[in-house]
């Protein structure tokens, strides 16, 4: 009814509102619905009725219901659902008002979350966006970057390119120049070669024709002197000076031999140091210096600065030996230098030479490899510091720096910056050496191969580790040093892995876990451990099982009295190529141990001094054919059945030493010299029952014979000496020392026939007898 009023004409909807007939129609409906009455018409008529008479009458949709028939019937409860309980009417506008809050409500807060999320998703959508638009700016960015890194790359290669073009360029262009300079240079050197040898040729055809005049003369018709020239130069060219000297006073012949230059361009004066003197040293330079190359004067005090002068004079000297010359000084060695422009070995040990000499060198000697200033004391930190400052000694690959202990950090400092080159160093008997020392020396010269550090107590493991660190060695010698322990050997043999040499004696605090770092090496030759009193058996199967086991040559096991027989069996079993061995003072080693080493087909020299060996042993070491060289001092259980019975065996020996063993007498030696022809030095010394008659023995048979110390024999007389001066034509020492019975007229008979001459009829220091 509602929407057909809403949709009729406006009037007729007024009139309808005005006059209430809609709930006039919904009470009339209601009565009909609810009261059901016989005669619906007369129901309806009687109703309005009512309503015209009463004006103010009040009409809701129950209003022509009867109150008795309100709920009573079906009809009537669906009213109510449909119109509302009358009794409700009074809150109805109240309910009204709350339900269209709460619709309003509702419907606000239905708007408001419609709008909230349309807010949410238009906020999403617009971050989605913006995080696409970064990501795609990002891509953009990324891709222009790529395009320009590609462009830049491509551009650096073509400058690339054209740099390594005009390098090979200019690098052709500086070995054509070079090469120009070198064929230059040696057209230079060619010429001067040729001229040289000219000039050397017609020396020698000078001294042929005089030769051959001297000869045509019938001078020096002997058999030496009709041998062809060279091999007449073979024979003299095992001669000494001495030898030579005399030679040329024999004839002319042998004169012009002697004077061939070829005889002259090594000297060696040591050998003669006692006799050598100014005018020898003169004479022989004068006529032969051009031809010099290597002069040897060690231990010759007797010369002074003529000599010097005429070395100076040598120009081709490349080598030369001036230690322990006495008279040597800085002038002598200003003059030498600056004339000896071609050193490259140079030798000033226990000489007195100063800073001033030092910088001489580091002005002159530039092609020098090799110096020692060992045991030169008089130099300080200042001269080495010329080394570094100057031209000369930047090539030395050996230099030797023993005993040199006034020498600081700051000294070798100098030596690593001067010499960065070094290969090989010996800086043995220095006290004064510390752990800085060495790191400073090693952090420059980075290609030592070879260190010797004998008698350097203070060095720990710092300086050891530092020199694994650094440099990779190929031998090294260490002596006397408590400080070390096992991890720097460990550390040493992990770095330097081509190590063939090792000196390791007197270090107290290696054990068996140094000889099994030692048993990784692969080229191990020369192993020394002596004095390493923790070293067991346990230490000697590591190296025995080593992978350098077979190519040992020479082991150094003495002072280690924890050694035992085992030990010489495994080194017999697995070294087989052993040819030095040295077990002294092994307290632990018996006969039956020494009977392995009948297997040893390799050894060659042998050194058992101090050990507890008896005739059986010795007897037993005889099997072993290979053995030349016999060291048994101090072997107090030796008898003569035991020497004989070795000698029977071993009949090539060459050196037998037994000083010190008690109960050898002239028996001993008697067997010795009848068996053993090739015997060349004898060492008898402290020996109180040889008499004259073992001399004797030796001198009858020993034309070998070169050395014989027959200290500390007492019963020994004049004749020893003249034994010695009717044969051995070889003897070139001979040590009478502690004998009291040897006047020193008889002993001085021998002094002009040997090299080394030593007497005294003093009371030894040590009586064993």
């Given at each position: ?175 054509s120049v070079h090469c120009r300079n070198i064929i230059t240079a040696w057209r230079h050197v060619v010429q001067d070669a040729k001229r040289t040898k000219e000039y050397f040729k017609r020396l020698e055809r000078d001294i042929q024709e005089s030769q051959n005049s001297e000869m045509t003369q019938g001078d020096g018709q002997d058999r030496l002197s009709l041998l062809p020239n060279k091999l007449s130069l073979k024979v003299f060219q095992s001669l000494g000076v001495r030898e030579l000297l005399k030679c040329a006073q024999v004839c002319r012949s042998w004169r012009a031999i002697a004077q061939v230059s070829s005889l002259w361009t090594e000297i060696d004066f040591s050998s003669e ?300 079993q697995k070294c087989s190529k052993l040819t030095h061995l040295s077990v002294c003072f092994c307290e632990n080693l018996t006969d039956n141990g020494f009977e392995c080493l009948d297997n040893c087909a390799s050894l060659v020299s042998l050194d058992i001094t101090g050990c507890k060996i008896h005739d059986k042993g010795l007897a037993a070491l005889g099997t072993n054919h290979s053995l030349r060289k016999l060291t048994a001092s101090e072997c107090v259980f030796i008898t003569d059945n035991g020497i004989k019975m070795f000698c029977q065996k071993c009949n090539r020996l060459e050196l037998l030493d037994v000083c010190q063993c008690v109960c050898l007498s002239d028996r001993a030696i ?100």
């Amino acid at each position: 009814m509602m929407t057909s009023l809403q949709d009729s004409d406006p009037v007729i909807r007024d009139y309808m509102i005005k006059h209430s007939l809609p709930q006039i129609y919904k009470a009339l409906l209601a009565g009909l619905c609810i009261s059901c009455p016989e005669d619906p018409l007369h129901f309806i008529e009687e109703k309005i009725l009512s309503i015209l008479e009463d004006h103010d009458f009040e009409i809701s949709w129950h209003t022509f219901i009867d109150k008795d028939k309100q709920i009573s019937s079906l009809a009537g409860g669906i009213v109510y659902d449909i119109f509302g309980n009358p009794e409700d009417s009074l809150c109805l506008s109240h309910l009204l008002e709350k339900a269209y809050s709460c619709y309003r409500t509702s419907l606000t807060k239905m708007c408001f979350t419609g709008w909230k999320g349309y807010i949410s998703k238009k906020k999403l959508k617009a971050a989605r966006l913006l995080e696409r638009m970064e990501e795609a700016e990002m891509y953009q960015k990324q891709r222009r970057i790529k395009l320009a890194f590609i462009k830049w790359t491509a551009w650096v290669q073509f400058r690339k390119q054209r740099q390594n073009d005009a390098a090979r360029k200019l690098q052709k262009v500086q070995e054509s120049v070079h090469c120009r300079n070198i064929i230059t240079a040696w057209r230079h050197v060619v010429q001067d070669a040729k001229r040289t040898k000219e000039y050397f040729k017609r020396l020698e055809r000078d001294i042929q024709e005089s030769q051959n005049s001297e000869m045509t003369q019938g001078d020096g018709q002997d058999r030496l002197s009709l041998l062809p020239n060279k091999l007449s130069l073979k024979v003299f060219q095992s001669l000494g000076v001495r030898e030579l000297l005399k030679c040329a006073q024999v004839c002319r012949s042998w004169r012009a031999i002697a004077q061939v230059s070829s005889l002259w361009t090594e000297i060696d004066f040591s050998s003669e140091a006692g006799w050598i003197t100014d005018q020898t040293v003169e004479r022989i330079l004068r006529v032969h210096r051009i031809y010099v190359i290597s002069v040897n004067l060690c231990g010759c005090t007797l010369v002074q600065e003529s000599s010097f002068r005429r070395i100076s004079q040598c120009r081709n000297l490349q080598e030369l030996d001036l230690s322990e010359c006495s008279h040597l000084n800085d002038e002598n060695m200003k003059l030498i230098l600056e004339g000896c422009r071609s050193l490259l070995h140079l030798n000033l040990a226990f000489t007195h030479i100063t800073n001033a000499t030092i910088r001489v060198l580091s002005r002159r000697c530039l092609m020098l490899r090799s110096l020692s200033l060992a045991y030169c004391t008089s130099f300080s930190d200042k001269g080495l510091q010329y080394l570094s400052t100057g031209k000369g000694c930047h090539r030395l690959t050996y230099l030797d720096l023993s005993g040199c202990s006034q020498i600081s950090v700051d000294g070798f400092t100098y030596v690593a910056e001067a010499c960065s080159t070094l290969q090989q160093i010996v800086l043995d008997n220095l006290p004064t050496l510390t752990d800085n020392c060495v790191q400073v020396l090693v952090s420059k010269c980075r290609m030592l191969t070879a260190i010797s550090l004998l008698d350097s107590p203070y060095l720990s493991d710092v300086a050891f580790k530092t020199m694994a660190e650094v440099i990779s060695l190929t031998k090294i010698q260490i002596e006397g040093n408590n400080r070390m322990t096992d991890s720097s050997l460990k550390a040493l043999c992990r770095s330097s892995l081509k190590l063939s040499e090792v000196q390791m004696s007197d270090c107290t605090h290696m054990t068996d876990a140094s000889l099994k770092s030692l048993g990784s090496l692969t080229k191990l030759c020369n192993l020394n451990i002596s004095g390493c009193i923790k070293v067991t058996d346990i230490g000697i199967h590591y190296i025995t099982e080593g992978a350098s086991a077979v190519k040992l040559r020479e082991l150094d096991l003495s002072y280690c009295p924890k050694l035992t027989d085992l030990s010489l069996k495994r080194i017999t079993q697995k070294c087989s190529k052993l040819t030095h061995l040295s077990v002294c003072f092994c307290e632990n080693l018996t006969d039956n141990g020494f009977e392995c080493l009948d297997n040893c087909a390799s050894l060659v020299s042998l050194d058992i001094t101090g050990c507890k060996i008896h005739d059986k042993g010795l007897a037993a070491l005889g099997t072993n054919h290979s053995l030349r060289k016999l060291t048994a001092s101090e072997c107090v259980f030796i008898t003569d059945n035991g020497i004989k019975m070795f000698c029977q065996k071993c009949n090539r020996l060459e050196l037998l030493d037994v000083c010190q063993c008690v109960c050898l007498s002239d028996r001993a030696i008697k067997a010795l010299s009848f068996i053993c022809r090739t015997i060349a030095t004898v060492r008898i010394a402290g020996c109180p029952k040889l008499t004259d008659t073992a001399v004797k023995y030796l001198t009858r048979v020993g034309h070998f014979l070169k050395e014989l110390d027959v200290s500390d024999c007492p019963l020994l007389t004049d004749r020893t000496p003249s034994f010695l001066l009717c044969s051995c034509p070889q003897l070139r020492s001979i040590s009478m020392l502690y004998c009291k019975n040897i006047s020193k007229q008889a002993a001085l008979k021998l002094q002009h026939r040997v090299q080394h001459w030593k007497h005294s009829n003093d009371d030894a220091p040590y009586s064993q007898h």
